[in-house]
């Protein structure tokens, strides 16, 4: 099947390659129709790695997708032919330790989408899990059911904060992580975030989107913004949604006595820890690695229209212009959030 490649040589190729997959009596056939071109997928093609997966051998992208379901294996009873879904990307060994305690993102074994060795999903078709495949409400688009992946993370962190009615928090970073952790937030039952970035286009795209107050930290004192909004008690949760080493050492200057602090991104090296600043607060800290329990919960939340998704999907390229599209993506301009590639249904 054709399908957007990455050679161990960091170069893309749409190009046909051969993926053996057997349909299992639990695993159902699925035609793509939509994938996010993730962060991840960038970097791998940027840099060839991540941590200690290495792209040695060519590699599918994509792993951010929905589809509709073209055959299903002879124990499938809750999905049909026809059905349109998205599928939960990363699949653990289902009788590891975590795996039994609920915690199934962080076991060792799992098989993620384009994660190397495992070939990602810009490709006509897969064969996936029943038990990780999910269908999709009627008024959720492909476009949309290809974010629920994304807005798992989101929900995912809000989940973690043990959010209260009425809670102020901060998010740090604009991008889709950032703003979907923000509008998890407010559906979670936050009553205002404070998002912070230094790119002011992000900020007003997501500040229509809800009780959000943009902060763009070239032109403002963010620690400022959060005196003023709080009566100078503090932020009760801080989202650390961007990766930075210095906002993500920053965050215990922002959260109030006994609040919550909940990091999501991944800073490129270590950063400074204060534990007296943390232990004067009695901050709690929570970390968060993918998400684990989150699609039924994300997909009831879109269903009810408590989480816009489609004003953050700003730009669609077909598959046939896979390669312009991770191009583009190297540098995306500011006014883009969420871009994705679709496959055409005859595929």
Known sequence: MKAL??????????????????LGPRDVRIAIRNVGICG????????GQIGPFVVKEPMVLGHEASGVVLETGKEVTHLKPGDRV????????????????????????????????????????????????????DNVSFAEGAMVE????????????????????????????????????????????ILADPVQQKLDLAARLGSIVPVNIHTHSL?????????GWGADIIFEASGNEEAASSVFDLVCPGGRVVFIGMPGKAIPYDVVAA?????????????????????????????PLKPLITDIFPFEKSIEAMKWALHMPPTSIKAQIELPSDL
């Open 5 to 22: 490649v990455l050679e161990p040589n960091r170069t893309l190729s749409l190009r046909d390659i051969e993926i053996q997959e057997t």
């Open 40 to 47: 991840s997928d960038i970097h791998y093609y940027r840099h």
């Open 86 to 137: 998205c599928m939960e990307p990363g699949i653990p060994n289902p009788n590891s330790r975590p795996t039994r305690l609920g915690m199934y993102n962080l076991d060792p074994e799992v098989r993620f989408w384009a994660t190397p060795p495992v070939h990602g999903v810009l490709r006509p078709t897969v064969v996936h899990p029943a038990d990780f495949t999910f269908r999709l409400p």
């Open 150 to 193: 994304p807005l798992a993370v989101g929900l995912y962190a809000a989940t973690k904060a043990q959010i209260r009615p009425g809670d102020t928090a901060v998010v740090l970073g604009a991008g889709t992580i950032g703003i979907l952790t923000a509008l998890s937030a407010l559906a979670g039952g936050c009553s205002q975030i």
């Open 223 to 231: 620690k400022e913004v959060v005196q003023d909004w709080t009566g």
């Open 279 to 307: 232990q004067i607060k009695e901050a709690r800290v929570e970390h968060i690695f993918r998400y684990a329990h989150m699609y039924p919960k994300a997909l009831a939340l879109l269903a009810s229209g408590k989480i």
